[in-house]
């Protein structure tokens, strides 16, 4: 019932909601309203962004690899374990999107002169081409996708959205 109403033109978060208050009464259901509505924006943005940033021959990992190394200035390069710790990249995927990114001539492996144990990622000319092409058009898009939202708007969304993540990971500890 609730995809029907969704197809029609109704909000599908509301459409569920009514569907439990009638379904279930005794519920409050209002952390879907904020909620629910964050996982469907997120799904909707994540199909965008993985779609943008596969035409350009990356994987949205891929991507991040590369962005931690442009945004670390130059010269351009982090250990795996600085990559892992940016925030962007797990740990354990690092090595496979460093071999992948090194295969298509993006970024190279170098040593460190002082110590040979220690391997840096390097963004090669060709990866700080496209990391600087890519970025900019994300950017654009990620414009366009908040086109509804007035600046000030996007201000309060942001600060919302902050102490969500915060509130969430306070939820975590609390439950450890």
């Known amino acids: 019932m609730a995809e029907r109403r969704a197809v029609a033109g109704q909000d599908a978060v509301a459409a569920v909601i009514e569907d439990w208050a009638r379904e279930r009464p005794e519920l409050d259901t209002a952390p879907l309203e904020v909620l629910a509505r964050l996982h469907r924006s997120f799904l909707r943005y994540n199909t965008r962004l993985t779609s943008s940033i596969e035409q350009h021959g990356l994987s949205v990992a891929g991507f991040d690899v590369l962005t931690a190394l442009r945004r670390s200035g130059r010269p351009y390069r982090l250990t795996a374990g600085q990559l892992a710790e940016s925030g962007l990249v797990s740990s354990a995927g690092v090595t496979l999107r460093i071999d992948r990114l090194e295969k298509d001539g993006l970024i190279v492996r170098e040593r460190d002169p002082d110590d040979r144990r220690?391997?840096?990622?390097?963004?090669?000319?060709?990866?700080?081409?496209?990391?600087?092409?890519?970025?900019?058009?994300?950017?654009?898009?990620?414009?366009?996708?908040?086109?509804?939202?007035?600046?000030?708007?996007?201000?309060?969304?942001?600060?919302?959205?902050?102490?969500?993540?915060?509130?969430?990971?306070?939820?975590?500890?609390?439950?450890?």
Request: hydrophobic share 40%; proline share 2%; glycine share 6%.
């Open 118 to 176: 220690i391997v840096y990622s390097r963004l090669t000319d060709a990866g700080l081409a496209k990391v600087d092409e890519v970025f900019v058009e994300h950017l654009d898009d990620d414009r366009r996708m908040l086109g509804g939202l007035s600046p000030s708007e996007c201000r309060r969304l942001a600060g919302l959205l902050r102490k969500l993540e915060h509130s969430i990971l306070a939820s975590d500890e609390d439950a450890s």
